[in-house]
């Protein structure tokens, strides 16, 4: 049974049961009630894995006075790391390999810092508590009957929409309709992608220009 690919109207999704209910009625099946659950959760298994926002960003302290740091449920990517104080002391990363070729076994102020498994690796190791700010990008925070809403299905429905519709089809093996949601649902991932680069950077570097002529005056 085809996929009906009617136009979003603004403000007719607002929450999980919403999109539940809109994505029923765009499939034109009432029995997938049961399966469009996972449908959701493979969306945000994919978003989870391409989708760098600022909006997914957050800022944490922590208190690390060891090695290791078990790193939260929710952490994706480490964007920046800093031990605070006067000055702010930024942290670089380095693969785990390098550490013992450029590192001692002494403890320390921490100067670089690595990712193995879950844990973030510290080298040297602290020789004290410090007190670290962390920026990184979080998990999408899943869509359930508990928590209806999140950033992404408050500002931009259409990547919820699209996505679980392309898998909708799939599930229902319509591929004209999967091919035409996969479509849909890749542009607006990357149309959310250049906005978060434009919101975090702006236009573009300013680019100095040479000297105009005006009026006989170099400027």
Known sequence: MAVSLSIIEPGTIGDYADLESKVADWLDRGDLTAQIPDFVALVEAKLNRVLRSVNSEVSALWAVSSEFYLLPSDFRKLRKLYIEGSPDRPLVEMSPTAIPSMFSGDTGTPRAYYIEGRQLGFAPPPDQSYTFRATYFQRV???????????????????????????????????????????????????????????????????????????????
């Open 141 to 219: 925070p899943p869509l359930t009957s508990a928590s209806p809403s999140n950033w992404i299905l408050e500002e931009h429905p259409d990547i919820y929409v699209w996505g679980t519709l392309m898998h909708g089809a799939i599930y229902i093996r319509d591929p004209e309709a999967a091919t035409a949601c996969e479509g849909l649902f890749d542009t607006a991932i990357a149309e959310l992608q250049r906005e978060s680069r434009l919101d975090r950077w702006g236009v573009g570097p300013l680019v100095p220009s040479g000297p105009v002529q005006v009026r006989g005056a170099r400027c």
